[in-house]
């Protein structure tokens, strides 16, 4: 089993930054990866950015630039920090794994983006 719990999200300006939490209630090293997903209204889910084991990122071409991956193994916590944010990254933000064959999704955030 693996709970993911975010937070960070929140009501910003365009052109402004949040940063979202993803803690993790298994030790990252055990963790082969961690996702931030995002699903706006009407939309289907869509990956934004991964973390692997080994560091390694990945970033949905949208967001490249922009949002920022990292983790804190110390903390198993997995950050996603957003700068400029426009309006269309208005959506909700789940954290996502696979562990031992299985999904787990966080709750999500809600991270809207005023014009």
């Known amino acids: 089993q693996v709970q993911l719990v975010e937070s960070g ?11 979202l939490s993803c803690a993790v209630s298994r030790t990252l090293f055990s963790m082969r990866f961690i996702s931030w997903y995002r699903q ?5 889910r869509e990956s ?26 110390a903390e198993d916590t997995v950050y996603l920090q957003m700068t400029n944010l426009q309006p269309e990254d208005t959506a909700i933000y ?3 794994t696979n562990y031992e064959y299985r999904d787990y999704w966080g709750q999500g955030t809600q991270v809207t983006v005023s014009s």
Do not use: E
């Not at 300006?13 to 949040?18: E, I, P, T, W």
């Not at 692997?52 to 804190?72: L, N, P």
């Open 40 to 44: 706006a209204p009407g939309n289907q």
């Open 94 to 96: 789940y954290c996502y």
């Open 9 to 19: 999200g929140g009501l910003v300006q365009a052109g402004g930054s949040l940063t």
């Open 48 to 73: 934004v950015a991964t973390i692997t084991y080994g560091g390694t990122t990945t970033y949905a071409s949208s967001v490249k630039g922009r949002f920022t991956i990292s983790k804190d193994n």
